[in-house]
Structures are given as structure tokens and as C-alpha cells.
């Protein structure tokens, strides 16, 4: 030690000291360790010697197997009863694929005695890879009576390989409800993870599925029910011999939605090859009455594992089936935006009904020239004309006039660029532009020009179709901004209680009754004598509506836009939002189609095959040539 | 043959402590063939683990060829880079499995708080070395910040179990630097009247492994069944044991994770309170070697060092073993050199690595 220390005497004195402090420690450690060792050993002495008898003869009876009694999965029905996801019972030939060596060779082996096709090869492949990794994992699914007989008959040459009753789930209504209803799918080793972290690990074990999205996903919770427990008796070989007592699983609640499965489906047909989303609301509850995303998918691809070749189909679509446009697709809403400016203009004491303005086709600000759609302009317009005729000059000058700021603030109330709160996953914000909004997104100060075609429902202004009806319900509600959601009840599969999702409005936007009045004769008088006549001739009711037209590519200066020369995926987007009877609404709708063009020309007519079923069990005529296409006029 | 190739020999062993190299090496062939029967004869699954021993062989190499006062310059940027990293996951790291721990740099994702393992003793050997001649209380409590500040933010994550194992690491480094007896009974005082408040804070699937463990009956298919299951195999397995391959827990598949945490109660059906005995004798070996070593180290920080690293295998293996045997909770702590694994097997070589490093440098340090 003396030879290392440089230092003089004190401090050696001090390292010695300290040196000698350390092994006194280190000794208190050691009698610490070996307490600690000694305890162990008489817990080992406890446990092998003294309980040794009795633990034994548990061991030997160990043969008692404690096996999970998987749940019934409650089943999704819409708001009449009709079935939309439900379960039923089939046998499939299982792999359990720890026990095997060689599984392609195995696989190979039994595909003498049961046909295996490629497909169910790619599916098994794929499932080997995501799976958890203990359990038994299906080759062949729904087999026939014929195959398990020839099965059943050759079972003695591969003992890994087993036949087991499984429940399936089934979509019966398939594409139509594919994004509200989801689909189940097999647990992934993200969402067992997710399982233990939330401490739900054990409840599925003998749970092969999980709801991976929509409903599915969203009420798994409910859906799922309770493990039930089987003490069964084993025989030397690990094979349950008999039963002795169990807990029976309970199923799980069953969920009911306040979505209506027939006029789902008009409003899906309604879009033909179009591809689009629809949204419609009972506005006072905020029940979802229709949520249609085109195209959709099956989804009963996915419940016993979808094999990669449609899932490659799927997922690189330039159509993009798998997203539900319905919430999760952004789309500027064009001049479906002017109603919220004219109540924003009212409310804020910037325009009063009768004043007017002169629209001479356009408008100028800061040596730039903003074109009013209709060539030539409307004249003198009103804010009823305004909405009635969709003047751009209008609201190019109440944009101005507003500024971006009370704009936004004052829009952002019905819901715009904030997520709905509907009890289904996967909402986008859209973009509510804002100074501080392109401050955070593109650390760029807001121009005063750029505030000029937010009053048309361009520039920046992006929402969800979801958002688009949320916000006309509103309208509809005389200002109460409703919280959608797609569930009516969960109803518990013992009990029969009914568990009521009726959420509180969101909000309530003390807006004036002569306000809203001036802006819903104006919605009215659009589908009477405005761009949404045509759609709505003849109709046997009174509806409320406003078009629109988003563009999807900028226009520039002075250059016109003919649909002719743009490609079909670059053509404008054609809105409508909706809410009738005009009165008294039960129903208010957004409808957006992609690149389709004018809002009167492709979403007014398909608001108006809803709102005829809904309100009168109309069912569309057969398919014609539209005849609404001459003489549409722009927004 | 050239002199220069007559010294390799010399030159890989140099650094390599003989007897504690013997030990871990005897408790890895060990784990070898407790695997092998715990993973039903799989020769993959030995095959595989091989290789994770090979890997941690050769980690424990380098380490030991690492003089101690390179480490001591690394102590101070590493805790730091530690903390920071830990920082960044707690503000923009990925949620996995809904706990946050993952850093993603792109390219790869880490997990800090594995680093900060070997990180926290480390930092704090280093820091109570340099103010060693003038300790005092003033730098114990700076000490016990820098240990409270990983700790915490590592149990937020929530990491529960790891914050626990690194506060232990931490604090043996303090108690063998002479942290006084009167604030650690204070400590643990307000420990116990801080219980309550704890309890509060835990989230439901911590305080049911607790409350699991005071009745495994009330979870059979969660973590019940674990506890209820591997005590079983450890009582039938009486005086000497099964035999090797014989455990019927194991080879009916009544064991749950019989090859990573639980594997101790495969060994301890198949072997019985013999072979128990002999592996807490093993156990104890490494721990009295290490202690040995921080006792001859010639600096404070080699002994601090030393020392906690020893304790902190120590602390691995107990709370493994108490769990398998059911005296404590069920967390995923495996049995150290034994389980299944390469991530745990290889940051517990690197410990073995400082330590002969600690052992086998010391005329080569000026203190």
C-alpha cells in the first residue's frame, strides 16, 4: 500500500483508516450474503424435504392440467339486430410448431392425407413469423367431414399435428361495413406485449384472435369476455383423460350499433366504382347512422390470417382500401366551408343578412386576382345568395374582412381540425390553418393572402368527412355540436343489462336563433333553387345542403381549369353535406367523391339516394345514366 | 518458435482471473445441460445458447484487458450520455408494449436502461474516488442524486424491476464507501412510512403480482400459476432429485418459462435440495471471489467498484431464486449464467470483466 501512496503521512494514516472501514463493510455485506444464502437454503429445506411428501403427490397428480376456457366473442349487430360480426364453430388441423424439426417437411407429409394448398402454406408462413410462441397454430382451416375422417385415420403418423373445433368469426356483410365494423386477427407478439403491460395476459390465454380495428379493436374489452378455467386430469403423455371441475368462461357483451346496416349499404352502393366516403349523424344523439369508406375490403380475409398475396393487393392499391377515408382521409372542404363563414360573419357582427356586396367575378388583393368560379360573377349578392348560388367574391371579402384569426377561432368550435371523439380509432386532425398552426408546421409567418381562400374552404383547410358531418349536425342542432359515436349499447351476455355509449354533446355554441335562421333558409334554399336543385328535384321532403368542390391541384393565374386535361386523380373532389327533414332534422350527412368533379354533380346525388331511403324507405332506381350531369353548375 | 508467439499464450491469459473464470464457466456448462432438458432435448435451443456464452466470454475478455483507470475516465460521459439518453426516451421515445424504454436513433433502437446497469455504480464509483481523501456528507448526498435521478426516471418508464436492481447497485456502491448507519435506518424508516404512498403509485399489474404472491390462488392462470406450478417442481423434487431429463413438471409443460426466468425449478425438480446446496454453493464461490477481489483492490474506486458488481449478482440471483421458490414476486429477473438469454448473460460478463480486470491490474495503477 505505502509504495503506491505518494502522499505524506496524514493521509496514509487516512487510506489506512478508510481501507480498514471498507473490509468492516465488506464483512457486513458478507454476513449479509450469507444470511440471505441461509435463508434460501431453509426455504429449499421447506420446500424439498419438509413439504416434500405433499408436494410430490401434487406433482404426481400433476396430471391435474389447469387449461384456459376461451370465451364466446360477443357478437356486433346494427341498430335493427342484423348480424354484422358473428362466430361459428369449425373444425381445423393444427401444427404445433415448436414440437417440429422440419415443418415444411411435415407440412408436405400431411398434404398426402389433407389437401394443403399454396395459399394456406403463404397464410401458415406468415403466421409462424408474428405469432406468440407457444400454442398450436392452424394449417388448414373449415375442414370437410370427408378430410377429418381420412385424418382421423392417419392421426397415429403425426403426433404434432392435431384436429380441433375452433369458433370462427364471420362478416356476413363483408366490404360493406369493412372499416366501421373491423376484423379480428391473430395476436401478434406487439399486442401480447401490450397484453402483459396491461396485466390482461392471463385472461387470454386459449385466446388465439384480438380485434384489430374498427369496433373490433375498439370494444375489444367488451367483445372478448371472461377465460373460464378447466382442472382437467392428464395421463402420463400430457392428454387430458377427464374433467374435474371448472369455471365456465364467460362470453363476451355483445355490441349494438347505432349504424343502420340497409341504409349502409344504399349509401355504400350509392358510390358505384367511386371511390369516397359518407358520414351520416342523427344529429341530436350524435349516433352514426352510415360511415362508408370506398372501396372497402373483406374482412373475413383477415380472420384466419390473410396470406401475403392479397395482402399485397391491399396494401398497394392505388386505391388504398384499407383506409377508412371516413375518419382518417383529410379533404378540403370547399364551398362546404361558406356556412360556417356566414355564421362566423353574423356572429361576429362583420355582416348582417341584408347587406350585400357586388360580385364581378373576382377580387383583388395585393396585385393578386381571386377568381370567383362563375364566370362573370353573381352581382349583387346577398349572404342568402351567397349560399344559395355559392358567390367565391362573397367570401373572399368576408375572409379578409374576418381575418384568419377569428376564423379559425370561431370555426374551430364545430369541431374543425380537432378529433371528433368518436369511439372508433385511427381519426386524423385535418389542419384548422392558423398563424400559429403554419408557424408550427412549416416555421413560416402566416401572409394576409393566404387568409383569402380559407374563406372559400381551400388553402390550407383540410378535414375529415367525419368532421364535415359533425359540424352540420350542428347546424342541424341549432348549435349543439354533437359527440359522435357508432355504438348504441353494450349489452353483458349474462345479465341481458344493457349498457347505454351515449356521450354528452361536445359542446354547445351559443350561437343567436336569427343567425342560424338567416344561414338555414340559405341551406334550404340551395336544394330549391340552388346548385343543389337538380339533385333534389321532385324531392318529397325539405332537406338542407350546401355543395362544394375541393380542388386537388393548384390552379394558376389567369389559367382555367378544364376537367378534360387533368388526369383523373388530380380532378377536383365533389362534397355535399346535408341534413333533413329541414325542420325538424333527423339525419345530417357528408359526402365527399373523390375526383369526380362538381359537389352537385356526383356527392349531391348520392345524399339524395340516402336521405330518400332514410326518410321514405325509398330504395334507388336501378342504374341510369345520370341525367343530372347537364346543366350542373359549379359549387 | 519466435518469442514474440511463445507470449500469446501469456498475453490472452494475462489479465483473466483463473478461479473466478473456473466458476462462471462451471455454472455455464451447468445451465447448459439444465437448458437441455428444460427445452426438451432441443439441440437448437443449446446450440443457441452456446453461442450467447461464447459472445459473453468474449465481452468478459475485452473487459478484463480494460485497465480500471480507463473505465474511470469513461464513468463520468457515460453516466451523463446515460441520463440524457433516458431523458430523450422519457420525452420522445417509442411506446413499446406501452411502457416507454426505447430510444429510436434510426438506425437502431436502444434501451438505455440496460446501459445504465453498468453505468450507475460506475458513475458513482468514480465520483466518491475522486472527492476519497475528503468524503463527507455533502458527497453522499450528491451521490445519492446522481443515483436517484436514473432510478427515477427508469421506474417511470415504467421499469419497475430495473429501477429496483440499478437503486441496489447504486447503493451498495455507497454503503461500501461508508454511507452511515443512522441514515440508512432513517432511510428505510421513511421507506416504510412511504409504503402506503407507493402503493398508491403502483399500477394495477404491479400491485396484483404483489398481492399474487401472498396468494398465488387468487391468479391460477396468470402469475399464480407460475408461483403455484414451480413450487411444485422444487418440492417434488425432494433429497437428490429426479434426475436428469426425469422432471415431470418440466416434461408435461406444467413450468412456464422453463428456459429463461423459471428455469431454476426445472434444475431444482431434477436435482432436489442436493443439488440446490451445490448451486448456492457455486453462487456463493463467485460472491466470495468477488468480494476478495474488492478487498485487494488498490484504489477506492476498483474497490467500490468490485464490490458492487459483486453485490449486484448477488442480488440477481437471490431474487430469481426467491421467486422461482415463491418468497418474492414474480418479476422477469432470470437466474444469472443459467437462464436462457444472451442480453442479461452478456452485461453480467462484462461485470465479471471489471472485476478480473480489477484483480489483475493492480501494479499498473498510480492512485
Known sequence: MSELTINPGVEIRNAELELRHFHARLAVASAFVLLVFALLGARFFYLQIVRHGELSTLAEANRIAILPVAPNRGIIVDRNGIVLAHNYSAYTLEIRPQDVANIDRLVDEVSTVVEIGPRDRRRFKRLLEESKAVGSLPIRTRLTDEEIARFAAHRYRFPQVEINARPFRQYPQGEIFSHVVGHIGRINQRELDRLEADGRLANYRGTDYIGKTGIEQRYEGYLHGITGVENVEVDSGGRAVRTLSRTPAVSGSNVALTLDSRLQDVAYRAFGERRGALVAIEPSTGGVLALVSKPGFDPNLFVDGIDPQSWNELNHSPDRPLLNRALAGTYPPGSTFKPYMALAALSLGKRTPQQTINDPGYFFFGGRQFRDSHEGGHGVVDLYKSIVKSSDTYYYMLANDLGIDAIARFVSRFGFGSRTGIDLSGEALGVLPSPEWKMRRFKQKWYPGETISIGIGQGYNSYTPLQLAVAIAAIANDGVVPRPHVVDYIEDSRTRERLPVAPAPARTLGLKAEHLAAVKAALVGVTREGTGRIAFQGAEYMSAGKTGTAQVIGIKQGEKYVEREVAERFRDHSLYVAYAPADRPTIALAVIVENAGFGSRAAAPIARIVLDFYLLGKLPAPPKPAKVRANASRR | ?367
Request: aromatic share 10%; proline share 5%.
Open chain 2, 1 to 367: 518458435m519466435h518469442p514474440a508467439v511463445r507470449r500469446i499464450p501469456r498475453l490472452v491469459t494475462r489479465h483473466v482471473d483463473g478461479l473466478l473464470l473456473g466458476l462462471v464457466l462451471v455454472l455455464m456448462v451447468v445451465g447448459l445441460f439444465v437448458l437441455y432438458s428444460a427445452s426438451n432435448a432441443s439441440a437448437a435451443r443449446v446450440t443457441a445458447q452456446s453461442v450467447n456464452l461464447l459472445v459473453a466470454l468474449a465481452v468478459l475478455w475485452v473487459f478484463a484487458n480494460i485497465p480500471p483507470h480507463y473505465l474511470l475516465r469513461l464513468a463520468a460521459p457515460l453516466y451523463v450520455a446515460g441520463v440524457l439518453t433516458l431523458l430523450g426516451v422519457a420525452l420522445f421515445g417509442d411506446v413499446v408494449h406501452g411502457a416507454r424504454r426505447w430510444l429510436d436513433f434510426g438506425v437502431t433502437r436502444i434501451q438505455p436502461s440496460e446501459l445504465m446497469k453498468i453505468a450507475v455504480p460506475l458513475a458513482l464509483a468514480w465520483y466518491l474516488h475522486r472527492h476519497e481523501a475528503t468524503l463527507r456528507l455533502t458527497n453522499f448526498v450528491v451521490a445519492t442524486v446522481m443515483l436517484i435521478v436514473p432510478v427515477a426516471l427508469i421506474a417511470r418508464q415504467p421499469d419497475l424491476g430495473t429501477a429496483l436492481l440499478i437503486a441496489a447497485s447504486g447503493f451498495f456502491v455507497l454503503f461500501l464507501a461508508g454511507l452511515s448507519w443512522r441514515i440508512m435506518a432513517g432511510a428505510v424508516l421513511a421507506g416504510l412510512a412511504a409504503a402506503p404512498l407507493v402503493w398508491s403509485l403502483l399500477h394495477d399489474y404491479q400491485r396484483q403480482r404483489v398481492l399474487t404472491l401472498i396468494d398465488p390462488a387468487q391468479d391460477p392462470l396468470g402469475a399464480g400459476y407460475h408461483t403455484i406450478q414451480s413450487t411444485i417442481a422444487l418440492g417434488s423434487g425432494g433429497w437428490t432429485g429426479k434426475g436428469w431429463l426425469a422432471g415431470t413438471q418440466t416434461h408435461l409443460d406444467f413450468i412456464p418459462e422453463r428456459t429463461t426466468d423459471f428455469i431454476f425449478a426445472v434444475y431444482a425438480e431434477e436435482f432436489g435440495f442436493a443439488g440446490n446446496l451445490v448451486l448456492l454453493a457455486l453462487l456463493l464461490l463467485v460472491i466470495a471471489r468477488g468480494l476478495f477481489i474488492a478487498a485487494n483492490a488498490p484504489t477506492l474506486f476498483g474497490r467500490l467498484l468490485a464490490g458492487a458488481i459483486t453485490l449486484t449478482f448477488f442480488t440477481y440471483a437471490v431474487v430469481n431464486l426467491g421467486m422461482v421458490s415463491g418468497i418474492l414476486p414474480v418479476v422477469g429477473i432470470p437466474l444469472p449464467l443459467i437462464s436462457y438469454g444472451g442480453t442479461a448473460l452478456v452485461s453480467i460478463c462484462l461485470g465479471f470483466g471489471i472485476l478480473m480486470s480489477i484483480s489483475t491490474h493492480k501494479r499498473l495503477i498510480q492512485t
